[in-house]
């Protein structure tokens, strides 16, 4: 019997409920439970492929080749279950289809209306099978209550409550507890409001989840509880802790996984097994020492345009027992006035990560350039690899036009826009007038590693599979000339067509990857590429 847990959220955006599912969903896993978050999206873009990293931070891809929400990267790294696309949906993408049913006149005359045509469709994606032996599907709802979109995600997930009754549905609501200083008082106000707004479209929630930065009093948890209709033992207290990763441990210890078995009325369930995140915890805030990692990129701004970069750093430093500080810089800042070796003292690895246009992206040249010439530790992914190439074609291999399509026509192009390429068995065509959404090249593919390359070692195999997403691709016509000059293809395509990796010959660490290894990076399996890059840093933070 799969059992289902929808997580909505109240007061304020930004409560973190993404890590708050993700934590829920590795307190059922530790206690012997499969599980599968989902995350539905109201807002209308079919996706967020299309969306700024300023809007939505990163967008994160699934092995399907699905452009998904950021909150599926943090179920990947707390659970190690590996979303996929039947695992997020929009508003956007309901519509999409229900309009081409529409049009295809399968709704055989019917008027289509948000109840129940929407709500159907957001119903049948929830049931959508989970796959086999899962116990319990955690459903985020994107949003808080009272958005006007998110309207439909809300009436749908009450009539799965109806239909499913309370032995297979639960509600858990995120909400937020102040402290307002003058008062001296923990406000529960907010949260009486945001129940009420809950209970008036016809959800009782059974569990709240209350994220406030000091204990909450015994008080006003019974105060809340009356107000809002639950048993004081569900009103969790959801403080503040010091790491991500410290949040299952901490949920635990305030009861959350208990009570949602209690209303499960699984009481014989087993005793969850946090050791491994208490491992964690321990690197974590018990480190053998620290390194620092340039991040050089155009949206240093907002830290959640790289969340699984960063996060895949934290993974990198927890293989080495050292804490990573990520170092935020604006490629922009290496322009003629600024010498490089000011922006980047005390680094002791340059990561030049994914990216798009030509903004900024001299930058991230003249990074790779002195983190070559100078035998600094230097990861480049996607954008990062491709400009990297440039970099070493123009001022290694001496090919001064050296240039991507992506700043425009070149004579040059090292790297240019693909216009085919086989997934599986088929072939993909794009040209410049194809859509923009969704029509990169998404998702797993495989890569070939050549024998004896650092690559080939540090992945301790010749085969491999990352996720991509991107556009262009480094052009094979150009690899002889720039290998001659000490660059190393040393991962392909399996037809031997696309560089994936080129690794640089004299150089203690210098690796760029075509795909985005961050992706498949999580806490207790960090990423081979990402702990070999930070034990090179630790190399270098002894050496300067
Ligand atoms: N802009 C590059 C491309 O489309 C790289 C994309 C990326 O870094 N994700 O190929």
Same mark, same amino acid.
């Given at each position: 019997m799969i059992r289902y847990i929808f997580i909505t959220g109240g007061?304020?955006?930004? &409560?973190g409920k993404g890590i708050a599912s993700a934590a829920m969903g590795a307190l059922l896993q530790a206690r012997g439970y499969k599980v599968r978050l989902r995350k539905l999206d109201?807002? &209308?873009?079919?996706?967020?492929? *299309?969306?700024?990293p300023r809007q939505h931070g990163e967008v994160f891809v699934t092995d399907d080749g699905a452009e998904t929400d950021l909150d599926l990267g943090h179920y990947e790294r707390f659970t190690g279950v590996s979303a996929r696309q039947s695992d997020n949906i929009t508003t956007g993408r309901i519509y999409q289809s229900i309009i081409e049913k529409e049009r295809r006149g399968d709704f055989l005359g019917a008027t289509i209306q948000v109840i129940p045509h929407v709500t159907d469709a957001i119903k049948e994606f929830i049931l959508?099978?989970?796959?086999?032996?899962?116990d319990f599907v955690l459903c985020e709802i994107g949003?808080?209550?009272?958005?006007i979109e998110g309207l439909p995600f809300f009436e749908a997930i009450r009539q799965l409550g109806q239909e499913l009754g309370p032995e297979r549905a639960c509600f858990i609501h995120l909400t937020l507890l102040p402290y307002i200083p003058a008062a001296g008082e923990m406000k529960t106000k907010p949260t009486q409001h945001s129940v009420k707004e809950l209970r008036s479209i016809g959800i009782q929630p059974q569990i709240l989840l209350c994220r406030c930065d000091r204990p909450i009093p015994e008080t006003e948890k019974g105060k809340i509880a009356s107000f809002c209709n639950v048993? =004081?033992?569900?009103?969790?207290e959801a403080r503040d802790v010091?790491?991500?990763?410290?949040v299952p441990a901490a949920y635990h210890a305030e009861g959350l996984d208990t009570e949602v078995l209690w209303h499960f009325r699984m009481d014989d369930a087993p005793k969850p097994d946090l050791s491994r995140w208490n491992e964690i915890a321990q690197t974590i805030h018990n480190p053998d020492g620290e390194v620092c990692i340039g991040l050089v990129?155009?949206?240093?701004?907002? =830290?959640d345009a790289y969340k699984s970069v960063s996060e895949a750093l934290v993974h990198g430093g927890l293989a080495n027992k050292v804490r990573v500080k990520v170092r935020m810089i604006d490629?922009?800042?290496?322009?003629?006035?600024?010498?490089p070796l000011d922006i980047l003292e005390g680094v002791h690895g340059v990561l030049l990560p994914g990216g798009f246009g030509e903004r900024g992206a001299h930058g991230k040249m003249r990074a790779a350039r002195f983190a070559r010439e100078r035998g600094i530790p230097c990861f480049g992914i996607c954008y990062g690899m491709q400009l990297s190439v440039v970099e070493a074609a123009r001022h &290694?291999?001496?090919?001064?036009?050296?240039?991507?399509?992506?700043f425009g026509p070149t004579d040059v192009p090292v790297v240019g826009l693909i216009e085919e390429w086989t997934k599986g068995n088929q072939k993909i065509t794009r040209d410049e007038?194809?859509?923009?959404?969704? *029509?990169?090249?998404l998702g797993a593919y495989p890569a070939i590693l050549r024998k004896g390359s650092k690559v080939a070692e540090i992945y301790g195999s010749t085969e491999i599979s990352e996720r991509h997403r991107h556009r262009y691709e480094v052009n094979r016509n150009y690899i002889q000339q720039i290998e001659a000059?000490?660059?190393?293809?040393s991962g392909m395509s399996p037809d031997g067509l696309l560089p994936e990796i080129i690794e640089l010959k004299d150089h203690p660490w210098f690796i760029g990857v075509q795909f985005h290894p961050e992706l498949k990076?999580?806490?207790?399996?960090?990423h081979p590429l990402f702990a070999s890059f930070i034990e090179a840093a630790k190399v270098q933070s002894r050496l300067v």
């Open positions: 007061v304020v955006s930004s &409560l109201p807002y &209308l873009n079919v996706d967020p492929g *299309t969306m700024s959508t099978d989970p796959g086999e032996g899962v949003g808080t209550v009272g958005d048993r =004081p033992s569900s009103v969790i010091g790491h991500i990763y410290d990129g155009k949206y240093t701004d907002v =830290p490629s922009e800042q290496f322009d003629d006035e600024h010498h &290694l291999a001496g090919m001064k036009g050296a240039s991507t399509t992506e007038n194809t859509d923009k959404g969704g *029509t990169m090249r000059a000490g660059v190393v293809f990076s999580r806490p207790f399996e960090p």
